[in-house]
């Protein structure tokens, strides 16, 4: 029985204990690490701990555990049991994993895999992570899905008019200039934020670190499917696709495209805006040479989720898990 009154495997053997947080490239650095170790030292697990500036879920104080890494099942469910009683002593009433301390960085677990292989920045896990957390009384918060849309040459049928209505009011749509970087991304950021504010576990991040994050996949980018919607030079629509470069990687001709970030600011003023930046971007894409699109990473039942349900066939699904937490004090803020 640990100190928050859960129970865990046989554990005389095993032993948790904290250590240094490592650094790493986490938007939001961590509050704790912990790992399991065997009887002669070896390390079977590990994670780190968020307990600071945590996204709330229905109204409750959380925690995070992320970073999660096991090699041994009696291991990991230790671990996480160790990692809510830290937790839960630090004043957190519900915990939330796998999140590297937001949604700008890793977070949820492959749940359903199916047999298409990975895609260019697609998180992964193994099979038996998700079935730890579940024996150690976590269940799916967030359902999530990609999809593949096997054939470009799909048209959408509204976006001609969208267009026009927009162009009226007047929205243009261009590609994004990677040599003016630091200027697209400090009028990009304000678009983001708002745009996301209203999504499950979202956090806001300053100007410095969604840069920071841009500029990593600028060497990756095609210009020319990135695109960005704007009203009197101000942006109110964003649709970010990249190649898939892991199929390169497996020595495939890179034929697809990964939608990664599709984002329009709220209001009925924009409605239909992120819908026509996709089907201008498809129809760049296909003159490009990509044939095949993955919808990346769309929470379940969202616009972007019922929008690519029309074109595409679900490749994968993930999930984000929690549970509540028994109180321990609130001692440690």
Known sequence: MTADGERVPNSSRL?????EVAGGA?????????????EDGTALASCALWWRATPL??????GL???YRCADARGGEMLIARACAVLARHGCEFALGPMDGSTWDAYRFVTLRGAAPRFFLEPDNDDDWPRQFARCGFAPVAHYVSALQEDLRVEE?????VGARLAREGVLVRSIDPRRLGEELQRLHALVMAGFRSQP???PIGERAFAQRFAALLPVLRPEIVLVAERSRLPVALFLALPDLEQARRGERVDTAIVKTVVALPGRAYAGVAHLLAARATAVAREA????AVHAL????NASANWSARSGATLRRYALFGRPLQSAGAGGR
């Open 201 to 203: 576990y979202f956090t």
């Open 15 to 19: 032993r948790v204990e904290a250590c």
């Open 57 to 62: 879920h229905q109204g409750k104080r959380t």
């Open 298 to 301: 769309m929470r379940a039942g």
């Open 65 to 67: 555990i992320g970073r």
């Open 26 to 38: 986490d938007t939001v650095p961590a509050d704790a690490s912990l790992r399991a170790l065997a």
């Open 289 to 292: 040479g990509f044939s095949r």
């Open 157 to 161: 049928t509204r976006s001609g008019r």
